[in-house]
Nanobody
Framework: QVQLEESGGDSVQAGGSLRLSCSVS???????IGWFRQRPGSEREAVAA?????????NNPAMKGRFRVSQDKDRNMVYLLQLNNLEPEDTAMYYC???????????????????WGQGTQVTVSS
């Protein structure tokens, strides 16, 4: 059974940083790990994705280069999302999700992600 668990969400002031973690278990093949967020009153949107080998990364340009996805070098099957220069508009629930192959179509298509975590809340105050 594939499970994903996010952690690291918090309340911060504008301009601050957070590092979110996604711990993945139960995967028996390669996959893409995607980070998504859902702001109040909005649809869930893709933030970034990385393959489980850590070799391929996609970023949503709408995040203006402030967020960085990576593989945790010290912990197996843990994927990080570094959030820098946070703005109040970044307030959202952040989710990680796993997308097994095949990988046709855009990396950002949320319907291609089969397994989802419960989310971690990020709140940014002005």
């Amino acid at each position: 059974q594939v499970q994903l668990e996010e952690s690291g969400g918090d309340s911060v002031q504008a301009g601050g940083s957070l590092r979110l973690s996604c711990s993945v278990s139960g995967l028996i093949s390669s996959a893409f790990i995607g980070w998504f967020r859902q702001r109040p009153g909005s649809e869930r949107e893709a933030v970034a994705a990385i393959n489980t080998a850590g070799a391929t990364i996609y970023n949503n340009p709408a995040m203006k280069g402030r967020f960085r996805v990576s593989q945790d070098k010290d912990r197996n099957m843990v994927y990080l999302l570094q959030l820098n220069n946070l703005e109040p508009e970044d307030t959202a629930m952040y989710y990680c999700a796993a997308r097994p192959p095949p990988y046709g179509g855009s990396w950002a298509l949320r319907e291609k992600y089969v397994y989802w975590g419960q989310g971690t809340q990020v709140t940014v105050s002005s």
